[in-house]
């Protein structure tokens, strides 16, 4: 069931909200101690990718080109 669920999301936002961290979080995340993972090259490399473009906004319109730009 959790599998499922993964394969349905282009971004996890993985570790705890942390309140005190709050005011230095990045524009996905509520604490600044929380990561972005891009689950699409995530799933297209078999390994956990980080989302380096996040401060940029959103920009999943095409994540599998975004990949191949790397």
């Given at each position: 069931m959790i599998?499922?669920?993964?394969?349905g999301?282009?971004?996890l936002?993985?570790?705890p909200y942390v309140e005190a961290?709050?005011?230095?979080?990045?524009?996905?995340t509520?604490?600044?101690n929380q990561r972005?993972?891009?689950m699409v090259a995530?799933?297209?490399?078999?390994?956990v990718k980080l989302d380096s473009q996040m401060a940029?906004?959103?920009h999943l319109a095409n994540p599998k080109a975004r990949l191949l730009e790397k």
């Open positions: 599998g499922a669920v993964l394969e999301i282009d971004m936002i993985d570790g961290l709050a005011s230095s979080a990045g524009p996905w509520g604490s600044a972005v993972i891009d995530t799933r297209l490399t078999h390994g940029g906004g959103p």
